[in-house]
């Protein structure tokens, strides 16, 4: 079927409405009437060519969330409306070790992501930034229905991006966990630690948006701007979630780390990382990233927003706006995510 969407013709250039070719209906597969994508900073990195190049045009968007149209005669799972989210993979092989461990985002015959990427037929995929999606079943979520739609989206990146390493590194009762950048992530992260029970500091660039962050849950709020917040909290933490999209001295950041804490970049930035040698080693400090969840983790993830009632704070816009927000949230103007209603995608 041909559907409305917004893409991106090449890199750099502003998105522009298109059509794109979506899938018939296989077997195991389910159709998505599209309601709201979120704007993730990954969108524009890609958009962008920060990430090297693309095969433009792209359709980015991998916070979905919408209602099953239609399934495949195979698919037990779903059913005509019922509210379903995809996020960051569409599809990966299901029988390497990382796939049945659960970590089909790290699947060794590599995960097919939701848009830009190389599909198992050939086809490049196209993201949430369209009125309907195509989804193998395996890889769409169930999303409560106590969480509100726009709210929710989302959670399908951002909130399995921080809850994944919030989960892997023990945030809870009695732990003191960093969250650096209050953007997307990093305000779904204070959320999800907070309700985890996490002891939960925001480092933020200045102090514009501590009022919200104490009100997101932080029990702490520090500006990196300020020299005396590495000294202040040297040897502090058991874990610093990095969510920044620009690239931060790692190394002033590994000196808040107690030791064996670990500080798990999620943020890409564009630059190597230069790590002190003695800073890393001394006391025992642990620095890895991660890349947003398996499938399972994901649907935990949402049950456990359910369970706590946390959503995203967003800013629901009409498609012609998506290049005005990227701008925004390029100038770290955003509270805290953008949300397209994809029912203004003409
Ligand atoms: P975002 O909403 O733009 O938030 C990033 C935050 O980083 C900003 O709000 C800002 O927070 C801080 N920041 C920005 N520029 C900075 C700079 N030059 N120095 C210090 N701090 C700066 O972006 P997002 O959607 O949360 O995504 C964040 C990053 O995570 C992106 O690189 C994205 O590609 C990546 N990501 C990774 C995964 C994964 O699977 N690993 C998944 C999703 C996204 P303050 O204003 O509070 O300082
Ligand atoms: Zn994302």
New binding site residues.
């Given amino acids: 079927m041909r559907v409305n969407a917004y893409a991106a013709p090449a890199a750099g250039e502003p998105l522009t409405p298109t059509t794109i070719e979506r899938r018939d209906v296989g077997p195991n597969d389910v159709l998505i009437a599209i309601q709201y994508a979120g704007?993730?900073?990954?969108d524009?990195?890609t958009v962008n060519g920060d990430w090297g190049p693309q095969p433009f045009p792209v359709v980015p968007g991998h916070e979905i969330v919408g209602v099953v149209a239609e399934v495949g005669a195979d698919v037990t799972k779903y059913q005509a409306g019922d509210r379903v989210g995809v996020g960051?993979m569409v599809n990966s092989c299901g029988e390497c070790a990382h796939c049945r461990g659960g970590d089909e985002?790290y699947c060794i015959n590599g995960a097919v992501l939701t848009y830009a990427g190389a599909d198992r037929d050939g086809t490049t995929t196209q993201g949430g930034y369209s009125t309907h999606v195509v989804v193998d079943a395996d890889y769409v979520l169930s999303v409560p229905d106590s969480l509100d739609a726009a709210a929710a989206a989302p959670l399908l990146?951002?909130g399995i991006?921080t809850y994944a390493p919030l989960r892997r590194w023990g945030a809870g009762p009695g732990k003191k966990v960093a969250v650096?950048?209050?953007?997307?992530?990093?305000h779904i992260a204070v959320k999800i630690a907070h309700a985890m029970g996490a002891e939960v500091t925001?480092?933020?660039?200045?102090l514009?948006?501590q009022d919200d962050g104490l009100r997101l849950g932080a029990d702490h709020y520090h500006a990196?701007s300020d020299p005396d917040t590495f000294t202040q909290l040297a040897g502090r933490f058991d874990l610093i979630v990095n969510?920044?999209?620009?690239?931060?001295d790692t190394n002033a950041y590994l000196g808040l780390l107690a030791l064996d804490g670990a500080m798990v970049?999620?943020?890409?930035?564009p630059g190597p990382l230069s790590v002190g040698g003695i800073l890393l080693g001394s006391p025992r400090r642990i620095l890895t990233?991660?890349?947003?969840g398996g499938i399972a983790l994901t649907q935990e993830m949402l049950d456990f927003c359910a369970e706590h009632g946390i959503g995203a704070e967003v800013e629901v816009i009409s498609a012609d706006r998506v290049n005005e927000a990227y701008e925004r949230?390029?100038a770290?103007d955003?509270r805290?995510?953008f949300v397209i209603d994809t029912g203004t995608i003409a």
């Fill in positions: 704007i993730c900073h990954s524009i990195h960051c985002q990146c951002a991006t650096v950048g209050l953007g997307g992530l990093g925001v480092l933020s660039q200045s514009k948006k990196t969510t920044v999209s620009a690239d931060i970049n999620v943020g890409i930035a990233g991660s890349m947003f949230v390029l770290s955003v805290y995510r």
